[in-house]
């Protein structure tokens, strides 16, 4: 996600500012700022792009002050340029804010403050911050910032300097991770470690509700409610490549642990209180998804493999047919398309060529498209009708992990709001559903307390060439994403099959000791793919079945099984995914290979 960092001490700010954001710059960005509190007052200077175009606009006119603060900006609300770029400002320059998460309530706060007489200048979440605090400053910047956070609602880590008050910046964390660093005459702010490791290694952890006062001697921790608090002081021992990684040892495993609050980002202002689904900032309105008679989605490799489990989900929830094509085939496949069809395309980067030219070809033939993408800005988001942007953040390991699970929230939510635009759902069934979503996050966590079981099965089949995955339904559009990122990190060859199908030929291959992965976590198949789990489990396979807590039966014939929570049948590969993710993972790091960088991959392909 974005990148935070503050300083206030004895040295001339713009230079430490320039080198935390460097440090962030691993993280993925669209663009960057800082603002000083110079001789003259707040004076800023921001970009699009990368940081070294900052640091050219900061050469022609250098800003000099002893207290700053700086952004590297991941779109999510409005596209990334100069003007939606942080730190934003009140309308008098007197108060500047960087922000790292999401305003769900922005548009509503901005319409009140508009009432109010303040004017935007961006189209960003962010802006409504440093309205708000101008509004409550009566002579007291921390008082003024505790206000102005109590109306917000979302994920906010934020660094406020203010011209009132430039002995001082502020910094809040509710729902977005921001660390204090303490120096000697100097402190910092910082939304991860390694943006002010290079100054500091003794830091304090601000949690959820916590707020930080710093001064250049001092730091003052209180909550809120403007209680002083007392926290321990922590020694950061991780080098500089540890701490970009979080302190994992890559950053796929990174992602993984972050699916979590991605899940959470994904549905963050979506939700609405327990009876609803709405995607402020798009226009796809109910009246339009009553006009569809036919969905075509479109999609690569991973993305691909979410449009799988979309298709089922929009047609188990609208009953509105839905095909599904590789998008470098379906440009060339002569598709009917007519007025009628929605399609939607899914792409993680927003690049991808074979995506790009699909969509396109599908809006020559007067088709409306939907873009599900993670990337504000991208040409599949320029390109789009309309588009509902996950909320994964920057991914950075070439193996897809939080942007494929947050695809999958994606089209829970947009089955969900079709459904209810076509009333093909009740609105208790909606609620209920709903509550499931908002648990899914708590359950992810759940699993990824339980690695080291994982670790062990993936020694097991670390060694072998060959493996078979098979499930049913959801589980088998699963399969193909678990076999992929077997395949892409491990380069065990590995096939994902359809578990009925197999007897139809492939089970030729099956012999003493092959592996077969066994997804069986849809209720009505298990016992179908408890069938199949026989067949090959009666020629010599070696089975580990996936399944859900509770179904213990599969212990009598599976080698091993690993459990995940229950869930609506249709959100389960979303937890189901989790400790597939992490089989290839561990099975590709016991076999020594560069999980980040898998060979003869690249993180977006941008030719056909
Ligand atoms: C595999 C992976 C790729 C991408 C595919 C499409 O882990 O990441 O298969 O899913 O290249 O990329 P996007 O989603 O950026 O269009």
């Known amino acids: 996600m974005c990148g935070i960092v503050g300083y206030i001490g004895k040295r001339d700010s713009q230079g430490i500012l320039l080198g935390g954001l460097k440090k962030l710059e691993y993280r993925g960005y669209d663009s960057a700022g800082v603002a000083i509190h110079t001789k003259t007052g707040l004076e800023l200077r921001k970009s699009k792009g990368r940081i070294s175009e900052l640091e050219t606009r900061l050469e022609a006119q250098p800003l000099s002050g002893f207290a700053g603060i700086g952004h590297t900006r991941w779109a999510t609300h409005g596209k990334p340029s100069d003007a939606n770029s942080h730190p934003h400002t009140d309308n008098e320059m007197n108060i500047s804010v960087v922000h790292n998460g999401i305003i769900e309530n922005h548009l509503q706060l901005k319409a009140e403050l508009e009432q109010l007489g303040y004017r935007f200048v961006s189209e960003t979440d962010t802006e409504v911050i440093s309205h708000l605090i101008a509004h409550h400053y009566k002579g007291d910047l921390p008082e003024a ?120 980002d994904t549905m963050r202002g979506r939700l609405l209180e327990g009876t609803g689904i709405s995607f402020p900032g798009t226009s796809l309105s109910a009246r339009q998804i009553r006009g569809v008679k036919h969905i075509h989605i479109v999609a690569c490799g991973t993305a691909y493999h979410a449009a799988l489990i979309g298709k089922q989900v929009i047609e188990r929830l609208t009953r509105i047919p839905v095909e599904v094509d590789l998008a470098s085939e379906y440009r060339y496949r002569m598709p009917v398309i007519g007025a009628n069809t929605l399609v939607i395309a899914v792409s993680q980067s927003g690049e991808t060529a074979d995506t790009l030219a699909a969509m396109r070809e599908a809006k020559l033939a007067g088709a409306r498209v939907l873009a599900i993408t993670n990337v504000i800005g991208s040409s599949v988001a320029r390109e789009a009708d309309d588009i509902l942007f996950t909320h994964a953040g920057p991914e950075i390991a070439v193996a897809s992990t939080k942007a494929y699970s947050s695809q999958l929230i994606a089209f829970y939510m947009l089955g969900l709001f079709m459904a209810r635009s076509l009333n093909t759902i009740d609105r208790a069934a909606l609620t209920e559903m709903i509550a499931m979503l908002e648990r899914l996050p708590y359950q992810v966590e759940r699993l990824l307390e339980d690695k080291e079981s994982i670790r062990r099965i993936a020694e097991r089949i670390s060694g072998r060439e060959h493996l078979f995955f098979i499930g049913r339904g959801l589980d088998y559009s699963l399969a193909m994403e678990a076999s992929l990122k077997l395949k892409e990190i491990s380069y065990i060859h590995s096939e994902a099959y359809a578990a009925g199908e197999l007897k139809h030929g492939s089970l030729a291959l099956i012999e003493e000791g092959t592996p077969v992965i066994a997804l069986a976590t849809q209720e009505l198949l298990l016992e179908k793919t408890a069938s199949n789990i026989k067949e090959v489990k009666a020629r ?37 995914v989790v400790p597939l993710q992490l089989l290839a993972y561990y099975a590709a790091s016991i076999r020594g290979h560069d999980v980040d960088k898998p060979r003869n991959l690249a993180k977006s392909v941008t030719v056909e």
Request: charged share 25%.
């Open 145 to 264: 910032v505790r206000k102005a956070v109590s109306h917000l609602r979302g994920a906010y880590a934020i660094a406020v300097l203010s011209a009132h008050e430039p002995d001082k910046l502020i910094a809040v964390r509710w729902a977005s991770p921001l660390i204090i660093g303490v120096g000697e005459g100097e402190n910092f702010i910082g939304s991860d470690i390694p943006a002010i490791l290079e100054h500091t290694r003794s830091v304090y952890i601000l949690n959820d509700g916590e707020m930080a006062v710093l001064t250049r001697d001092n730091v003052e921790l209180m909550t809120l409610e403007g209680n002083f608090i007392a926290k321990q002081l922590l020694r950061i021992e991780w080098d500089f490549v540890m701490a970009e990684k979080g302190g994992y040892d890559t950053f796929m495993l990174k992602e993984i642990h972050e699916q979590p609050r991605a899940y959470r």
């Open 540 to 576: 010599g396979a070696y089975v580990i079945a996936l399944t859900l807590e509770g179904n213990e039966e599969l212990e009598k014939t599976a080698d091993q099984v690993i459990y995940v929570p229950r869930t609506y049948s249709l959100f389960t590969p979303s937890v189901a």
